[in-house]
Nanobody
């Protein structure tokens, strides 16, 4: 029901835009979030956005990553600029059946399959 795409290989300093498209149900009033998991590390919160487009971004990516959504298209984007090798991870989109943002993965009810982002130095 959540399909993430847009990952790939990019050089440090480059940009990527991830997309997450919802299907099968309406997510328009859900919080949508992005998480990532780097090799050997725990899953980490990246950004979240409410249905009114209020955003919450992790300090580690603040100023470089931007989350946005368009409810009519059931799509959420994560624009990633000034990428660093430490941003290398599998990125997951998730949906939360609440109106306010959360950085805790356990608060999310639906998960996409993940898309690989690799940043070379």
């Amino acid at each position: 029901q959540l399909q993430a795409s847009g990952g790939g290989l990019v050089q440090a300093g480059g940009s990527l835009r991830l997309s997450c498209e919802a299907s099968g149900r309406t997510f328009s009033n859900y919080v949508m979030g992005w998480f990532r998991r780097a090799p050997g590390k725990e899953r980490e919160f990246v950004a979240a956005i409410t249905w009114l487009s209020l955003t919450y971004v992790a300090d580690s990516v603040k100023g470089r990553f931007t989350i946005s959504r368009l409810n009519v298209k059931k799509t959420v984007w994560l624009q990633m600029n000034s990428l660093k090798p430490e941003d290398t991870a599998v990125y997951y989109c998730a949906a939360r059946r609440q109106y306010y943002n959360s950085s805790y993965s356990d608060d999310y009810d639906y998960w996409g399959q993940g898309t690989q982002v690799t940043v070379s130095s």
